[in-house]
């Protein structure tokens, strides 16, 4: 009778300590995956690289966190200084910054085939 009293008592406490806490979101990942600050305050910075480029007629934009910004506009505290296809100049007191698209990534021009395996139709014999 002791052992069923002390396990009821111990189920309370846990459903007691359990009602402080608001229930977890399941849609949301645990707290252990969740980014750690620094990488927001890296992003506060515009240390981090932009998410995407949009070009609207011949404008380019960046669109960062659901914004559009366009040459001139502060990303942070700096200042968009050119949109090029891969790449955000970002100027600050320090001067100016290239913060590539794609870090990591080199672009390079194709080469061309020594010799094609394809024929014409003006050398297929008749």
Request: a positive charge; aromatic letters at 2%.
């Amino acid at each position: 009778m002791k052992h069923l009293l002390l396990i009821c008592q111990l189920a309370l406490a846990g459903l007691a300590g359990a009602a402080d806490e608001p229930p977890r979101d399941p849609m949301q990942p645990p707290a252990a995956a969740q980014p750690a600050p620094a990488a927001s305050a890296a992003h506060e910075r515009g240390d981090e690289a932009p998410r995407h480029i949009v070009v609207i007629g011949s404008t380019r934009y960046l669109v960062d966190q659901g914004r559009r910004l366009a040459v001139g506009d502060l990303l942070g505290e700096r200042r968009i200084e050119r949109i090029d296809s891969d790449a955000v100049w970002l100027r600050d007191a320090r001067g100016s910054q290239r913060v590539p698209l794609y870090p990591g990534v080199t672009r390079r021009a194709l080469s061309e085939p020594a010799h094609s395996t394809r024929q014409t139709t003006k050398d297929v014999p008749r």
